[in-house]
């Protein structure tokens, strides 16, 4: 790991500002992402600014029925809320099936949502990888690539998203609070959050140097059955082949997001509509324009046996 300085955070606003003006700044909470790359020396910031003593902590009701979630909730707290297991019962499901009990208890919200990929390319620093060192070319297309994107993909990076909170989160539509280095704030659909590669895959989100993530909102609850179902190689402490987050209602509609496919959580509002006619026609509309390769296509049935095995998950709990 090499050296860096390192200071605490007085206020949001004041994080945001002296992370956009100290070059290689980042913030820094639970640690639980940022400290592995650090140590294999992918991420090397100059400089820690850590936000855990910010009054970002909080789990709070909204005037329209919503949830605002602080940027700290550690993701523990936020699968055993009351009121998240009473109406956002997909949220706990896709938080309890990630990392391990431990880390939970470290991760936080925003971490969660910022995350970066698990590519082991990514990972392996004798390897190219575009996303690690621009330029460099990417080792995945021409590797081993189980795990890795279908759709949504660029030539220059084929890397999966890794969260499973962020499935859940894009399902319900949230909105992505932040303050930025001048001290004012704005809002982000967690659809456009995140960015898919095209020509820059290092650039992850829209969120500007030294933007600072600080609650996410969740809308009023949605009716309906809650399932969320995550294909992986074992039965925990692994990440998403293929994971669906559904809320269906009795008569058959509902919506769908998918994770392990593609570079950002995905979903497609065309395809939620087809949803009363089965899980062929919703994967149809969810997939068009996919690019597997030769080692991951298996992925495109996968994605449909497993949201044919939701539907009918929520079928029987109706």
């Not at 936020?78 to 896709?94: E, I, K, N």
């Not at 982000?188 to 590669?197: N, Q, S, V, W």
């Not at 600080?214 to 309906?224: I, S």
């Amino acid at each position: 790991m090499r050296a860096f300085t390192y200071e605490r955070a007085s206020s949001p606003a004041q994080a945001a500002e002296k992370a956009a003006r100290t070059p290689g700044a980042r913030f820094i909470a639970g640690g639980t992402n940022l400290l592995d790359l650090m140590k294999l020396e992918i991420e090397t910031p100059t400089h820690l600014i850590d936000v855990n003593g910010l009054d970002l902590d909080r789990i709070e009701d909204v005037d329209d029925g919503g949830l605002r979630i602080g940027a700290l909730v550690r993701n523990t707290d936020l699968a055993a809320h009351p009121r998240v297991r009473r109406d956002y019962a997909v949220l706990v499901r896709a938080l309890l099936s990630g990392a391990s009990g431990q880390l939970r208890n470290r991760a936080t919200t925003a971490g969660n949502l910022l995350q970066r990929t698990r590519c082991p390319y990514f990972y392996d620093t004798a390897q190219p990888c575009n996303k690690r060192l621009p330029g460099s070319g990417c080792a995945a297309l021409q590797g081993v690539s189980r795990q890795h994107a279908v759709i949504g993909v660029g030539d220059a990076c084929i890397a999966t998203h890794p969260s499973d909170m962020a499935v859940a989160m894009r399902l319900l539509d949230a909105t992505v609070e932040t303050v930025r280095p001048d001290g004012t704030t704005r809002r982000i659909a967690i659809a456009d959050l995140h960015r898919l590669p095209g020509d820059r895959p290092q650039v992850e989100t829209v969120l500007a140097p030294g933007e600072l993530v600080t609650a996410v909102v969740l809308p009023a609850p949605l009716g309906g059955r809650h399932v969320y179902r995550k294909v992986r190689d074992r039965a925990s402490y692994a990440f998403a082949l293929v994971s669906v987050a559904a809320v269906v209602q009795r008569d058959g509609s509902g919506r769908v997001a998918l994770g392990g496919i593609a570079p950002k959580p995905w979903r497609v509002a065309a395809a939620d509509a087809e949803l009363p006619r089965g899980a062929g026609a919703v994967s149809e509309r969810l997939l068009a324009g996919a690019r597997p390769t030769a080692h991951n296509a298996f992925k495109l049935t996968l994605v449909e046996r497993t949201l044919g095995a939701v539907l009918a998950e929520a079928g029987a709990q109706a």
